[in-house]
């Protein structure tokens, strides 16, 4: 059980846009810990796409964004790719005990 | 160009203990904090453990607090983690990855990968 909770799955067809959820509580991103975005084929190593809840590194496409609203965060593609089917994880920082870094479930998207 | 990767995974009987090692290159390694994540076989992503980029402040999750210890050597660029009283939940790929900045930060480089197995 994730202390992040993401849907396991979504799917969109190509030129249609997803959305990815990531709930938290009030004390990790509802404390005001930024969120970040990581996307993994298989077999591969996460990828950071989005950190400080909004921002893309280098050569991530602006088809990729984020937001935050109280304790939750999303993940939005639009126009979608092929070569967006992978996995994306959102990750914050959890202030409960004595603190820790903490991922969502992950979601699967499949791109129809 | 930021490299990072990871050697020292393998098969260790229940109780064993492994070293994992982590070279990093294209960058100062001794400015940044750096941690281990692992991801356990069709699992998510779990945080393992961190260390300040002097070492001076170390943290662990919960799940192997104890058990595990993770050290750094600036001079050689290169982050272990030193594991011990292994349990088959241990049975992962153990990615180590470099903190962008601050606590709460993302992780912006990750190494390949290492499999650790931990089976009997």
Known sequence: QSVLTQPPSVSGAPGQSVTISCTGSSSNIGAGYDVHWYQQFPGTAPKLLIYDNTNRPSGVPDRFSASNSGTSASLAITGLQAEDEADYYCQSYDNNLRGSWVFGGGTKLTVL | EVQLVESGGGLVKP??????????????????????????????????????????????????????????????????????????????????????????????????????????
């Not at chain 2, 070279?23 to 941690?35: K, L, V």
């Not at chain 2, 994540?37 to 260390?51: F, M, N």
């Open chain 2, 15 to 120: 109780g064993g203990s492994l070293r994992l090692s982590c070279a990093a290159s294209g960058f100062t390694f001794s400015s940044y904090t750096m941690n281990w994540v692992r991801q356990a076989p069709g699992k998510s992503l779990e945080w393992v453990s961190s260390i300040y980029s002097s070492g001076s402040h170390i943290y662990y999750a919960d799940s192997v607090m104890g058990r595990f210890s993770i050290s750094r050597d600036n001079a050689k660029s290169s982050l272990y983690l030193q594991m011990s009283g292994l349990r088959a939940e241990d049975t992962a790929v153990y990615y180590c990855a470099r903190r962008r900045g601050g606590a709460a930060t993302g992780y912006d480089y990750w190494g390949q990968g290492t499999l650790v197995t931990v089976s009997s």
